[in-house]
């Protein structure tokens, strides 16, 4: 894996934040892994910690050998964001990471209130299959194999992907003072 990000972050990224925070994290993630369904949880911690100074952005990178619904799961994401609601299908699916199913995915569309012939329709746009494919592309090009995987202000987060780790990492690259990245 490449231990330097080959492919910035940009305004077509999925993000939370600001792109020009001092801390900015991106993320190759796939909806159907225990690990990122972990980390989730703990980037959702960090971003309520850590306010403007992490951003944190999320790029698809399903491994359907070991996740057969990662990519319908990804597809979801990209059909809510048609919606406005890509965070919240976001955390939604990654709610019932370990239980995921067409059933189950299109009940939390349901659950977000979103059109559902519109959401159907979407799932098959072949465009939302090509976002997800120059997410996966982008990770190809860094070397991504396994996720979760992390890249802090572009340099390659070797420590384990939980709270206590990652916390430390953010605080000192908001002690520094200035965003190394954006």
Partial sequence: MQSHL????????HYIGTLHALAVIVEYGDFESPHCGVLAQVMEQLLNEFHSDLCLIYRHFPLPNNHPHAILAALASEAGNQQGEFWNMYSLIYQNYDRLTPELISECAEELGLDMNKFTKDLQRQDLLERINIDINSGDKNGVTNTPALYINGVKFEGSATYHPLREKIERIIAEGQATYI
Wanted: no cysteine; glycine share 0%.
């Fill in 6 to 13: 080959q492919t910035p972050p940009s305004v077509h990224d």
